[in-house]
């Protein structure tokens, strides 16, 4: 018998409350807000060095009283560095350099680094084959983003399943996916549960479970597949 999935269970934040039709609403915080903008200062030089040094000071553990001790700078003066009021001159960032053990150059990434956007037109997708694949499966990369700022990389997948395909292999790999039912139904397995979609429906898991369609129910059938996972496992 087909398990119903469970609702946002990300904490005991998560709280279902009946909208007026009768439907329950997740009302769940989140972490962080998808329409901020970050200040457009950013893009000064000195605010880019200062995100930086305290990046990295941060990564070693240290306070802003360790990184003056270690390079005999006041903390007055690395408080307005990493703050990006003032710009350092080229001994202090020498000495930074040393002290946070990373390249002068390292304080210039944020600042000179393009952020990569991938535009697919409708249809023009990247036809490609996944491991396990199997006749009448057709997989569609919508696009792709290599080394990035993020430290994670998502492939999604237009996937098309025709009246010629065979059922899928069960899949496992690293990483988190989503699903979106656009045509057709079926019933999918991620570990021991099994879920009916049909159009509208989703279902978002962790992809380490094994996975995959169990009944083809209605064909043809499209859904949207994306799938991420760290950057460091990528290849």
Avoid: W
Avoid at 82 to 98: F, V, Y
Avoid at 140 to 162: A, D, F, K
């Amino acid at each position: 018998m087909a398990k119903k999935a469970s609702n946002f269970r990300n904490g005991a934040a998560a709280k279902a409350k009946p909208s007026p039709k009768g439907v329950a609403t997740i009302r769940t915080p989140l972490t962080q807000d998808p329409h901020a903008v970050r200040d457009t200062r950013e893009k000064v030089l000195e605010v880019a060095i200062g995100r930086e040094v305290r990046a990295f000071r941060k990564k070693l553990g240290i306070t802003v009283a360790d990184l003056a001790a270690a390079t005999d700078i006041s903390l007055g003066m690395l408080s307005k560095i990493e703050n990006g009021i003032t710009s350092p001159s080229l001994t202090t960032l020498q000495a930074l350099s040393r002290a946070l053990g990373v390249p002068v150059t390292a304080f210039f990434r944020r600042f000179e680094e393009e952020r990569s956007a991938v535009f697919v037109k409708a249809g023009e997708g990247l036809d490609v084959e996944r491991r396990g694949t199997r006749a009448g499966h057709q997989y569609n990369l919508l696009g792709h983003i290599g080394s990035n700022t993020s430290g994670v990389v998502v492939e999604p997948y237009l996937i098309t399943l025709t009246e010629d395909s065979d059922v899928f292999p069960t899949f496992q790999h690293e990483g988190m996916e989503f699903l979106y039912m656009l045509e057709g139904e079926v019933t999918y397995r991620h570990g021991n549960n099994l879920y009916p979609m049909k159009p509208g429906d989703s279902l978002f898991f962790d992809a380490d479970a094994p996975h995959g369609p169990e009944v083809l129910t209605v064909l043809p059938m499209r859904y949207l597949s994306i799938i991420c996972y760290p950057q460091s496992s990528a290849g």
